[in-house]
């Protein structure tokens, strides 16, 4: 169930409801497949579309490219689990994205091997789950829900920033009710990840700002009905994350410099004014 969606009557009605006033283009990238072969041609296509190259751990700000996560530990991928933790910030410094769960935490694990593999929550996982690159996972224990946000990769979380898309890789979504909802400064929005029937398949959600349309400054992730935990059933779907994928965190200005921007043209303004008048 691939699409690209490019200025449809969808996307249209999507940059109405949290872009500024004037904008008109966005694209979302949604795709669905019964392996990890059925989505790479999207996920690549949003890679492209993000901009080259992938800026790894490399600090900012850095003028083009992206940024990606998979969970894998670098060098040869590993296996072995790490123990739930919120926030979760381990890539906030290297590549600019801090992450929380109202939950016990958030934890990058394999399916099934090595330590604390998420198939000790439940066997059933084993054949639930798998990894779109190996061998980790992404999940909140205890909640279904994983918040985040992004900063200027370097500054430890210091500097706030915006990226002009994000998008992520899910396994598993057999149910409607997987969403990102993507922030910017104008609101937000809510998009449906696609479903795909089986175990161990393979979502993904990506959208794409074009210029002058603000940025995406924070997300919600809502992974399947409920928390990790039950035996998946008929009306139970359980969903977890793979690579996240998103633009070069670039600053938003800070409120109090818009404020003092915005007084500083009034003040102008009001110079201006009186000089016309003498």
Same mark, same amino acid.
């Given at each position: ?43 690549? $296509? ?25 969970? &894998? ?23 600019? $994205? ?31 789950? $798998? ?36 998008? $992520?890789?899910?396994?598993?979504? &057999? ?7 993507? #922030? ?19 979502? #993904? ?36 994350? &793979? ?25 102008? #303004? ?7 008048? &003498?």
């Amino acid at each position: 169930m691939k699409s690209i969606m490019r200025h449809s009557t969808f996307a249209l009605f999507v940059v109405s409801l949290f872009l500024p006033t004037g904008a008109s283009a966005v694209t979302i990238f949604s795709d669905s497949g019964a392996n990890a072969a059925g989505i790479t041609g999207t996920v690549d $296509a949003f890679r492209a579309a993000l901009g080259n190259p992938n800026n790894g751990n490399s600090p900012g700000p850095l003028a083009a490219g992206r940024r990606e996560i998979n969970w &894998d530990g670098g060098g040869p991928p590993v296996i072995d689990g790490t123990a739930p933790v919120t926030p979760f910030t381990v890539f906030q410094n290297t590549r600019g $994205a801090t992450f929380t769960t109202p939950g016990t935490g958030l934890t990058q694990a394999a399916a099934t091997g090595g330590l604390l593999s998420l198939d000790l929550i439940n066997p059933q996982y084993a054949t639930l789950f $798998a990894p779109f690159s190996p061998n980790r996972l992404f999940a909140p224990i205890g909640s279904n829900v994983t918040q985040g946000v992004f900063s200027i990769p370097g500054t430890g979380g210091a500097v706030p920033a915006g990226v002009s898309g994000f998008g $992520a890789v899910f396994s598993d979504v &057999d149910l409607a009710g997987t969403t990102i909802q993507f #922030f910017t400064g104008s609101g937000s929005v809510t998009l449906p990840v696609p479903t795909a029937t089986g175990n161990q398949t393979f979502s #993904f959600l990506g959208i794409l700002l074009g210029p002058g349309e603000g940025l995406i400054n924070r997300i919600t992730i809502t992974t399947g009905s409920v928390p990790l935990g039950p035996a998946e059933s008929p009306t139970v779907d359980l969903v977890v994350m &793979d690579d996240f994928l998103y633009g070069e965190p670039r600053a938003i200005p800070e409120p109090h410099a818009l404020i003092l921007l915005g007084g500083a043209l009034l003040t102008l #303004f009001a110079v201006r004014r009186r000089r016309s008048r &003498d």
